[in-house]
């Protein structure tokens, strides 16, 4: 069993999200049991799994700038002391055009929260609402497209994770490697969970197209911390790529 720290990674992840990298499996068209050894691989990925972790995320943020646009969601649920937390947010980006929408909802076990950030080529804005209040600010902020690929909720699968098992399948007509895990071999090296929580169980699956890009990622941690069992969950999909475009909202206006 992996010893690590209590699941920090929930506000790493939300807070990278709401910096602009948001991004649940989409169907595969196949059954995901292809000769992986004919697949053409991205720098940082091969037929035994990922062969060098940061080349796979540079390969995932250029194949994702290089397609003009794309639209994100992403969901992450976690159990703490107190009960259940999800997050849901959907992201759209237009790198062509220099903007970037993106609503998070967030479900405590006592209340509910949504923040809603739109970029653009200079300045980021910012609407809270919270506890029946709502908050909007702004700030200077260079678009920059590498940073609003989407990274964050997959780096630690492409940079963490080991042992990967490797078929291929299908994504909207796209071939793609599928790379899936069970175990907690390797997980102990995942960020942001601490020492005192016990990894009991660990699953991972991840789809990638030619050009290295996580197109779909699913992955389940379970743990326990002062004996009390936990499970965490994500799942994550890009989609929508070259096609996808982005409304300035009403309220910026009026920030």
């Keep these: 069993m992996a010893r690590r720290s209590t699941v920090a990674v929930a506000l790493v992840v939300v807070l990278a999200l709401l910096a602009g990298c948001s991004a649940v499996l989409d169907g595969g068209n196949g059954a995901g049991e292809g000769d992986p050894s004919t697949f053409d691989y991205a720098d940082g990925y091969g037929p035994d799994g990922v062969t060098d972790g940061q080349a796979a995320v540079r390969s995932h943020q250029s194949g994702v700038v290089d397609r003009g646009s794309y639209t994100g969601s992403y969901t992450y649920t976690y159990d703490t002391e107190a009960g259940t937390t999800d997050f849901e947010v959907e992201n759209r980006v237009d790198f062509e055009a220099e ?17 809603t950030t739109y970029r653009d080529s200079d300045t980021r804005y910012r609407r809270s609402e919270f506890n029946n209040q709502t908050n909007v600010n702004t700030a200077n902020d260079s678009f920059d497209a590498t940073n609003l690929t989407a990274t964050d909720p997959v780096r630690p699968l492409l940079v963490n994770v080991s042992g990967y098992e490797s078929s291929t399948d299908e994504r909207n007509g796209d071939a793609v490697v599928i790379y899936e895990t069970n175990g907690t071999d390797g997980v102990d090296a995942l960020p942001d969970i601490n020492e ?3 990894i009991t169980d ?4 991840i789809a990638v197209d030619g050009d290295g890009v996580v197109r ?3 992955y389940e941690v379970s743990y326990e911390v002062d ?9 994550y999909e890009l989609s929508g790529f070259g096609a996808t475009a982005v409304e300035r909202p009403a309220w910026v206006e009026d920030a």
């Design 216 to 218: 779909s990622a699913s």
């Design 99 to 115: 903007q970037g929408l993106q609503r998070a909802d967030a479900t405590y076990p006592d209340q509910e929260a949504v923040i």
């Design 196 to 198: 005192s929580a016990t």
């Design 202 to 205: 660990f699953s991972a699956t």
């Design 227 to 235: 004996g009390d069992e936990r499970e965490l969950s994500v799942e």
